[in-house]
């Protein structure tokens, strides 16, 4: 194969898994503002935990991560296609230090994933134990949320409806809130009515979303990290075969 073939095929190479990088970063953007401007009840019950700080950084942590592939993308493309032995050099050394700064975030963020399904039970059951508190209203808008999950899983409790016979503030012992009954009464609670009354628990149905998520993330990740490991080999390559190009051009 000729030179100037053998560089075509290896930068059109090199331009595909680029694209594929470059989804991939988008992805990661994505996922990053989903978080940030929740659309999703459960996101902002993480949120709301002792140790909020934890989801937002995860959220600005993809964001900034999405972004910088974003922009090595762009770099590798402007390399390839203007043949630019530099900017390709340039684009090798970013993708391996991406590809570093991840395998650091991944440890990480499974670390930080493991604490926030173990805060998010303790948030629940304490919202349980204050909620209808007229000396705490300021937690008001985290009640809403947790009536929001309870309604739309059509459930209530962490474990089952009895959590509830632990709330201290409720007029009578067997009500339970109006959002774990078939009700669209705006009340804080509601007799709990046979038949009325949503039986299991939330805990089940939250962990198989949380788990669903952030197993989609990691996916995204590994497959970062196989991408960048081909993307320095082949640009590694590309940069050899332009040396050699250069070298003899001026012979």
């Known amino acids: 194969m000729k030179k100037r073939d053998k560089l075509f095929v290896v930068a059109y190479f090199l331009n595909i898994l680029n694209g594929i990088f470059l989804l991939l970063g988008l992805m990661l953007i994505a996922f990053g503002h989903w978080i940030l401007l929740d659309g999703n009840k459960f996101v902002t019950f993480l949120l709301s935990t002792g140790e909020n700080a934890l989801m937002g950084y995860i959220s600005n942590m993809l964001l900034a991560t999405g972004s910088i592939i974003v922009f090595i993308g762009l770099l590798g493309y402007l390399g390839s296609i203007r043949r630019i032995r530099c900017l390709v050099t340039v684009y090798m050394v970013l993708v391996f230090l991406v590809f570093v700064v991840q395998v650091g975030m991944l440890i990480h963020l499974y670390m930080g994933t493991e604490m926030v399904n173990k805060l998010w039970k303790v948030q629940m059951d304490e919202l349980i134990s204050t909620y209808g508190n007229k000396n705490q209203l300021e937690k008001e808008p985290q009640w809403d949320i947790l009536n929001s999950i309870q309604h739309m899983l059509q459930c209530c409790g962490r474990h089952n409806f009895t959590d509830w016979k632990g709330n201290k503030h409720k007029e009578l012992i067997n009500q339970v809130p109006c959002?774990?009954?078939?009700?669209?009464?705006?009340?804080?609670?509601?007799?709990?009515?046979?038949?009325?009354?949503?039986t299991k628990g939330c805990e089940e149905d939250i962990e198989a979303w949380y788990e669903e998520n952030i197993w989609l993330l990691f996916v995204i990740h590994f497959v970062l990290l196989a991408v960048e490991a081909l993307q320095f080999i082949v640009s590694t390559w590309l940069c050899g075969i332009m040396r050699r190009n250069v070298v003899l051009a001026t012979k």
């Open 179 to 198: 959002s774990c009954t078939t009700s669209n009464t705006k009340e804080w609670f509601c007799d709990a009515l046979k038949n009325a009354t949503y």
